[in-house]
């Protein structure tokens, strides 16, 4: 069956059979439509489809009532507390943890201010060193400048004497080598001459003394020379001068030549191995050979130290220390009496690894 508006027009499309009774033959009855109310031809008016509202209305076919739902609720409620009790039961919420990790956090804070602390102090201490630091350069830069004037003024004033007596308190060592000096003027009188300018002022370190300067000055007369300078305790400067001489007790060459027998005389010499034995020193197992030359001179000897004696490793070792070089030294010789060698001398003793007496000789036992 369907709804139709009255007011449609109704086709039939096909004819309807109904089922009868077993043994009735089913005739196709023309099926009139079903009209609800009455016809709108018929109505004095038409009547609307009446829908009560929800609230009046039932839409249950059972409506619990106001204890069922509280019910319902208490036990909905009961249920949900209860989900998650299980797993909460099982791992709890670590507490501690979180407080260890507010005291290593606490305990971060507290050790970053110590830092801090400590940074800016360690930062205060070492401002005040470099201040110090700083400080004691400028002292320094200010003595050495000092020291550089005083240099330059002995130099000055050592080639501005006329007298040798003007060198007494210029010159080191002077108990000992003021006469030397004198020694030495006698035979040449003539003074080096007036100073044109200083070429170069360094230090100098000889065996672990720090206190000498190495100067090169160019003098009046267009020579080069070169001086060894000694500060003291007190920081005054004294030329060495014997170095600046090559000072030797008498010319090497005459010395040579003449061979004066039991005067025995300290010579600045180079040294170098040799291996020349003859006369008297012809056995190498009592001696060892060296070859002597000297500063300006021409002649060569040959001298001879016994294998036994106290300065054989010193020599030894000052040679290896140059390299088998020549090697600069003071050796104390002497031609004993009665020596047929014609070149032989006797090294009677190693005075000075170099050509400067670091101490007076007449202090060393």
Known sequence: MELRPVDEDVRRERDVIRLQKPGEIAEAVPEEPVRLGKPAAESETPS???VPERREVEVRTHQPGIEALIEESAIVE????SWGGESANRHPIPWGWFALIGLVIVAAVVWSLAQMTESRGKAVAIRKET???LISEQIEEAEARALIERLESLLAAFFSCKTIDGWQGMVRQPERVMPLIRDYHAIHPEMPGPLRSVRVLEPITIDRHANFWMASVMLASGELRSLLIETDGMGEPRLDWETFVCHQPMPWDEFARNRPQDKPMDFRVYVEADHFFSHEFSDSNQWLSFR??????????????????????RMLACLRYNQGRKTSLILRLNVPHGLQSPRGVVIEKLMSPRWIYLTSPSLEP
């Open 48 to 50: 609307l489809l009446f």
């Open 78 to 81: 009961a249920t949900e507390q």
């Open 131 to 133: 201040d110090s630091a």
């Open 292 to 313: 002597l030359t000297a500063l300006d001179a021409d002649e060569t000897l040959f001298g001879y130290l016994r294998t036994d004696h106290e300065d054989v490793q």
